[in-house]
């Protein structure tokens, strides 16, 4: 049986080419998530308490210019749940934070990975568009065995303006709903 090494070169040299350009193309993606204008974090007590209270926003502008939060929008898988407009009118500072409050919205509803999650009772931590890193929160978690974190996606729609510019720019971006639980021993 004989081997024709050309094409054994040709299929390694294609497999290696089509390798680096997925590997491109999840970092270019990472890096386009990283790289959002805005980041923002929802947190409500109702998410942990059966309370009525309402939910807060903050978000920081990575920019260096003045940035007005038109709109969020959660965009929901649409046969299982309408998508959410969350409308706003914030101003916020260059490298600066700014935060709002509103009525309670429903964000958990549309959702196979938060229905999961919520009947195996974990609570709802925060939703933003970020990673979670414990240490930002400052949890120190030095039994892993006793506490955990776990994280469903969603896309959402994100709307600013620039105020000097009245240049409106859109994205659309995974949002990150941010679970916890402890577990007794």
């Not at 998530?33 to 409500?44: G, P, V």
């Not at 009525?103 to 990975?113: N, T, V």
């Not at 709802?124 to 065995?145: G, H, M």
Request: proline share 3%.
């Amino acid at each position: 049986m004989s081997t024709n090494y050309a094409s054994v070169r040709f299929y390694k040299q294609a497999i290696a080419l089509a390798s680096i350009s997925l590997l491109s193309s999840i970092g270019t993606a990472a890096e386009l998530q990283e790289e959002t204008d805005i980041k923002f974090a929802f947190y409500s007590s109702a998410w942990g308490a059966p309370t009525d209270d309402g939910m807060r926003l903050i978000v920081y502008n990575q920019t260096r210019e003045n940035l007005r939060l038109d709109s969020i929008e959660f965009l929901k898988d649409e046969q299982t749940a309408d998508p959410i407009l969350i409308e706003t009118n914030l101003d916020i500072p260059p490298l600066g934070y700014a935060e709002e409050e509103f009525e309670y919205i429903e964000l958990l509803e549309g959702d196979e990975c938060i229905d999961r999650t919520l009947e195996e009772n974990w609570r709802l931590a925060e939703v933003s568009n970020y990673t979670l890193n414990p240490s930002v929160r400052n949890l120190i978690i030095e039994d892993t065995d006793s506490f955990r974190i776990y994280q469903c996606i969603e896309n959402v729609r994100t709307t600013w303006t620039a105020t000097n510019t009245n240049i409106q720019s859109e994205t659309i971006e995974w949002v990150l709903f941010h679970f916890e639980t402890r577990r007794d021993n």
